[in-house]
């Protein structure tokens, strides 16, 4: 039974240059979230999906952090242009609706 | 402004002692709360859920309760194991179910 998968695991790019991060929620889950993870703020929700429509971005930093749910097995979360402020653990989870959230295992990323 | 605490001074205790972390909130009104574990390198983990009305929850050797009045909940590992060293999260939602908020975790340590 897979589990959320999360593409890349890690990231290391330069300052300026468009991340682009992936997400496969778990196979009928309704409900996708996007975290961040850094060790002075903990775990931030950026962003929630239910049914692919975003429901709550309220926690998107600033403009330059976009995220999208096309079909209900894939999401991407984009920085552009990222900055060195960006270097953190971003993390997907899914779930189904009135459920715990399942977790992917991150993608580290570091803007150097 | 809406503040979940735990202790950031990681937990040391004794294998076979009964291990207690404390998620203390303030300015929150929740329905349900979490606990989850984390692992280094790996995203957060469900444990166990408590709702409102529910004064405590077991699962094995793990024990939950949630005091609304004190505004706390208490996370019990009896018996403790080596391989219980992790960090631990609460968790509270928001908007009945579909958002939740995150504490910055405790870190326990659980020596042989």
């Known amino acids: 039974d897979a589990g959320v998968i999360q593409s890349p695991r890690h990231e290391v790019t330069e300052m300026g240059q468009e991340v682009t991060l992936r997400c496969k929620p778990i196979?009928?889950?309704?409900?996708l979230f996007w975290y961040r993870q850094t060790m002075m703020r903990g775990l931030e929700l950026l962003i929630y999906f239910n049914n692919n429509v975003p429901i709550d971005d309220s926690g998107m930093p600033e403009d330059r952090f976009s995220a999208k749910m096309p079909n209900a097995s894939f999401s991407t979360l984009k920085i552009q242009p990222s900055e060195p402020r960006d270097s953190a653990v971003y993390f997907c989870a899914s779930s189904l609706m009135k459920q715990p959230q399942h977790f992917g295992d991150g993608t580290r990323l570091s803007i150097l | 402004s809406q503040k979940i605490e735990q202790n950031s001074e990681a937990l040391n205790i004794q294998e076979g002692k009964t291990a207690t972390l404390t998620c203390n909130y303030t300015n929150y009104s929740p329905a349900y709360l979490q606990w989850y574990r984390q692992d280094p390198g790996r995203g957060p983990v469900f444990l166990l859920l408590i709702r409102e009305n529910e004064k405590e929850k077991r699962k094995e050797r793990l024990k939950v309760t949630f005091d609304t009045t004190l505004k706390q909940s208490l996370f019990h590992i009896t018996a403790s194991q080596p391989a219980d060293s992790a960090t631990y999260l609460c968790?509270?939602?928001?908007?009945?179910?579909?958002?939740?908020?995150f504490g910055s975790g405790t870190k326990l340590n659980v020596k042989p």
């Open positions: 196979s009928g889950h309704d409900y």
């Open positions: 968790a509270l939602d928001e908007d009945n179910f579909n958002k939740f908020y």
